[in-house]
């Protein structure tokens, strides 16, 4: 029987669009809808230009493309862990982890969504609903049901689920957004790598002191779930947020 070929033409044709989204990705990112250049991203996904107007047409296109495909492994990032063993306590704890995790692994996306923000609020733009829709929508429905799984086995306190879920992930974005705040009051750099590590680790326990009806189980369960949670590489060894980059 004669070899097979190693990569049939709709093989090539998937990798080559995967190749030109995660070069736009970073393009958008990095310099906006407006101010990104195809010829960048076609220099980068190392592919003709006319090439990226023949799988989207657009620059738009291909700009709402890339950003359903980052929003896409948000959710899936998620939803892995939404649907992961363990107790609802336990995966909560693994849900803010991965949100932390995910602003300092996922600095595109966090571009984009500020982007997208901005945008909104100049009437400009309504690609925002590709978010709500890929990630929001679907990750807080799936929050909303593990706190009331918590709660109606005893082991989460009777507390209001959107309270919960604002006082885990809330405080990782606040946290990053008032960096430059911090880094004026506090005698340490709020990005510094060490420093976010000990705030990744405070994270775990400050809910394990606070939702669980047992104090000692959920400390024990904070301790268990942080030490086999260890923090992401940050992706060139620096970490943006808002336009403040820093060295790590």
């Excluded at 989204?21 to 592919?47: P, Q, S, W, Y």
């Excluded at 799988?55 to 359903?68: G, M, Q």
């Excluded at 009331?148 to 209001?160: K, M, Q, V």
């Amino acid at each position: 029987m004669p070899d097979q070929p190693a990569n049939t033409q709709s093989e090539r044709s998937a990798e080559t669009r995967a190749r030109i989204l995660d070069a736009a990705l970073g393009e958008f990112a990095a310099h906006g809808l407006a101010g990104a250049r195809t010829e960048r991203i076609a220099t980068a996904a190392g592919v003709n230009k006319a090439l990226l107007y023949y799988y989207f047409d657009s620059k738009e296109k291909l700009y709402f493309a890339a950003l359903e495909m980052s929003a896409g492994r948000i959710r899936d990032s998620s939803m892995a862990v939404f649907l992961g063993g363990g107790t609802p306590g336990e995966r909560i704890l693994r849900t803010a982890l991965n949100h932390f995790d995910r602003i300092l692994g996922q600095q595109e996306f966090q571009s984009l969504l500020q982007q997208e923000m901005i945008r909104l609020h100049k009437g400009e733009s309504d690609a925002l609903s590709i978010v709500i829709k890929r990630v929001f929508a679907p990750v807080l429905t799936m929050y909303q049901a593990l706190v009331r799984e918590g709660i109606a086995s005893g082991e989460l306190i009777p507390a209001d689920w959107l309270q919960i879920h604002l006082s885990t992930l809330g405080a990782n974005v606040f946290y990053f957004m008032s960096a430059p705040i911090w880094r004026r009051i506090l005698p340490c750099d709020p990005l510094d790598i060490e420093v976010l590590k000990q705030r990744r680790r405070a994270i775990v326990e400050f809910l394990g002191l606070a939702i669980f009806t047992d104090r000692q189980h959920g400390v024990q369960l904070a301790a268990r779930v942080y030490a086999d949670s260890p923090m992401p590489e940050i992706p060139g060894g620096r970490f943006n947020w808002g336009g403040t980059s820093e060295r790590t």
